[in-house]
């Protein structure tokens, strides 16, 4: 399948990267230091559309399509990864389930100040237990009444310290050997209810202007009305948002890449040794030209299956194979980057270091490569 970017996606794409490069983009090493982004950006973001893309026009929402939304990922990305990743979450992992399964009643109580930039959303599924294997989950839920009382515990998660509103993956009933993944419900969990509170806040390696955190849940009670659609269906719920996950793991580490290999080419071009610029002497040359092969094959890797994606056909093994080649190919274009950049490479005044310390991220999150490569071997005439 084609890909191709109409008159509304290159319209979203200026703009977008004009709001990165004069507004984000002078700020992304204060936040990389301080591990935290100003709220007042995600209000920005609310006013420009772009914290509700996929909600629809009747909810306030920006009503774009997945293309559109790879394309605000990106952009964002390349001046700051860890600001994209919180964009991520409140769209992709948090707006996208609500419209499709919410209430309406939800729906008109939460997505509001979610797509006005003024709720920050968290989604609390990972558990000290329980990571890539989602039937793991520990954390229950025990209906009482009109609420349940949730108990458990929740780890790696983004947004963790400053949301408003959590998507808390609990069990309410038992799994069976043959269907593990049975009785996972989702519920929808207010800041500041009894027995909810945030554990430690996270020191990471990279994306550290995104707060990542632990969570404690002791008899929350969470009112009967902010369960997401069915009990039992959490499961579900989240697959549906699966492959959109994966393909957005493979945009924000493609973006970054993109933007690495442009600091480089700069800095080849600016540095002279040996009796001239880097950018004459072959060998590094070479490895350049590497570098975006790379990086162009993983575009038409993922753009493909976001096209896949937004059309509604069968992507599992598209999108596992563009997460798979583009996460691992932006770590290896983020290893030549700073070999290239030489001993400035190292330094944390050029944005190529952080880029090698956040891209490392996307080979274990939204599903590791190791799972990539079982899902694609499992659709092979093995």
Not at 202 to 228: I, Q
Not at 329 to 334: G, H, I, K, Q, T
Request: net charge negative; with cysteine; charged share 20%.
């Amino acid at each position: 399948m084609e890909f191709t970017l109409n008159e509304e996606h290159r319209l979203v794409q200026s703009t977008v990267r004009e709001w990165a490069t004069t507004r984000l983009l002078p700020l992304a090493a204060e936040m990389d230091r301080s591990g935290a982004y100003p709220r007042d950006l995600i209000r920005e973001l609310g006013e420009m559309g772009l914290t509700g893309v996929f909600v629809p026009e009747e909810y306030g929402g920006g009503g774009m399509d997945t293309m559109s939304y790879c394309i605000v990922l990106e952009e964002i990305a390349r001046a700051e990864a860890a600001l994209a990743a919180v964009v991520s979450v409140n769209n992709s992992l948090v707006c996208f389930p609500l419209v499709a399964f919410g209430t309406e009643a939800q729906k008109r109580a939460y997505l509001p100040g979610i797509i006005r930039g003024e709720t920050v959303c968290a989604l609390g599924i990972t558990e000290p237990g329980a990571g890539s294997d989602m039937a793991a989950v520990a954390t229950r839920a025990v209906r009482a009444g009109d609420h349940y009382a949730l108990t458990g515990a929740k780890t790696f998660i983004t947004n963790g310290v400053h949301a408003d509103l959590y998507f808390v993956a609990a069990r309410t009933g038992a799994a069976s050997s043959a269907r593990r993944h049975d009785g996972l419900s989702m519920f929808l969990v207010e800041r500041g209810l009894p027995g909810f509170r945030v554990g430690r806040a996270l020191d990471k390696m990279g994306m550290r202007a995104s707060d990542t955190a632990e969570l404690v849940l002791d008899e929350c009670p969470v009112p009967a009305r902010n369960l997401l659609g069915a009990e039992g269906r959490g499961f579900q719920q989240l697959a549906a948002g699966l492959q959109r996950e994966r393909i957005l793991a493979a945009v924000l580490a493609l973006s970054g890449a993109a933007q690495a290999l442009e600091d480089t080419i700069a800095y080849l071009q600016t540095r002279h040794a040996f009796g001239g610029p880097l950018a004459d002497k072959q060998a590094l040359r070479h490895r350049v030209a590497d570098m975006a092969t790379e990086i162009e094959a993983a575009r038409q890797l993922v753009y493909r299956a976001a096209a896949l994606h937004a059309a509604g056909d069968e992507c599992v093994a598209a999108v596992s194979m563009a997460k798979l080649f583009a996460t691992e190919a932006a770590n290896r274009v983020a290893y030549h980057a700073v070999q290239l950049h030489g001993g400035y490479g190292y330094m944390r005044e050029l944005p190529v270091e952080r880029f090698f310390r956040d891209v490392r991220l996307w080979t274990i999150a939204s599903g590791t490569s190791e799972m990539m490569r079982e899902i694609i071997a499992r659709r092979l005439p093995l």
